[in-house]
């Protein structure tokens, strides 16, 4: 089998997405498998990381691989001058793949280039988080009993959220009619809305939380990134420019569910938790059965 990386959502197609999310369920009911036994997964966090990182480590070691690597750059030869270039060349000649989490947009592209094994992008930058739209479709599959037809409300920062890039890029297979939320200083960049467009699909933009609250079944918080800013002052001026109350859900369709890729900060009050439309905890549980399929179909083995 040649080698297959999963970089941007874009690598895999309808039916392939559709193959991973079944596995998932398979993985999901029965979470140990050991088919992978004698492998060798390699895990390069040079960003912070908790869902991605542990997860994708929890989901090598339930396939029975083994996992080397490190969550913190700072302690790699990369302090002292070593490029991504060699790095990558050296720890592909150790395991059978490489999942990388890395701040430069294009950089997981670019190591799937240089890798003579298969890559999996845990997130580059702003660009794409292919395996957390993964996790976001089987989320929505298991609230929404469908993925087609649906209303999407994307809500925070559009513009330097890597998550909503994937997602709506994965939806436009599935005659999606998306809300995009967002102040002004954050919203979807052209080259999505643009995206859109080229395959006919509806869009409104808006600043207001509350209006759109009532009619979507997946509402898709995200937070502010910090650190994708350049500029502190304007960080702080949208950082709290949102923030969902359990009061404010009193006239929500009654199967919507509220989804994060978390980390969360204000975004959702802690309110927000005990109602029945919380499903980011769930979503988050869910990133393990999805690395799990995403590993071993990469691998050949489903
Ligand atoms: N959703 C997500 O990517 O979370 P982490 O940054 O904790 O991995």
């Known amino acids: 089998m040649a080698k297959k990386s999963l970089i941007s959502i874009g690598d895999f197609t309808k039916d392939e997405i559709l193959h991973v999310l079944e596995t998932a369920k398979e993985f999901e009911q029965n979470k140990v498998q050991n088919f992978l036994e004698g492998k ?20 090598i070691n339930r396939l029975g691989a083994k996992v080397i690597g490190f969550s913190d750059a700072s302690n790699t030869s990369q302090s002292k001058g070593e490029t991504l270039k060699d790095t990558i060349k050296m720890v592909s000649n150790y395991v059978d793949m490489i999942v990388m989490r890395h701040p430069l947009e294009g950089s997981s592209r670019y190591a799937s280039e240089v890798a003579s094994v298969p890559v999996v992008n845990a997130g580059d ?11 976001d479709l089987y989320s929505i599959m298991q609230t929404q009993g469908t993925l087609d037809g649906l209303t999407i409300n994307m809500v925070g920062d559009l513009k330097y959220g890597r998550t909503t890039h994937s997602l709506l890029q994965a939806m436009s297979h599935f005659k999606t009619k998306f809300i995009f939320t967002s102040p002004d200083e954050l919203k979807m960049p052209k080259e999505y809305k643009a995206f859109l467009d080229s395959k006919g699909i509806k869009y409104e933009e808006t600043d207001s939380l509350e209006e759109h609250l009532n009619d979507c079944d997946i509402l898709y918080m995200t937070r502010v990134q910090q650190e994708r800013f350049t500029d502190p002052m304007e960080y702080e001026r949208v950082k ?16 919507m569910k509220i989804l994060h890729p978390l980390p969360r900060i204000t975004e959702i009050d802690q309110d927000v938790d005990d109602t029945p439309y919380a499903y980011y905890f769930k979503q988050a549980e869910n990133g393990l059965y999805v690395r799990m399929a995403i590993i071993s179909y990469l691998l050949g083995y489903r």
């Open 240 to 255: 709290d420019v949102y923030r969902l109350t359990a009061s404010m859900l009193d006239n929500v369709k009654p199967g």
């Open 125 to 135: 930058g702003a660009n794409q988080h292919p395996s957390q739209t993964l996790l």
């Open 40 to 59: 060798v997964i390699a895990s390069l966090f040079f960003e912070p990381s908790t869902r991605t990182r542990l997860s994708f480590e929890t989901a």
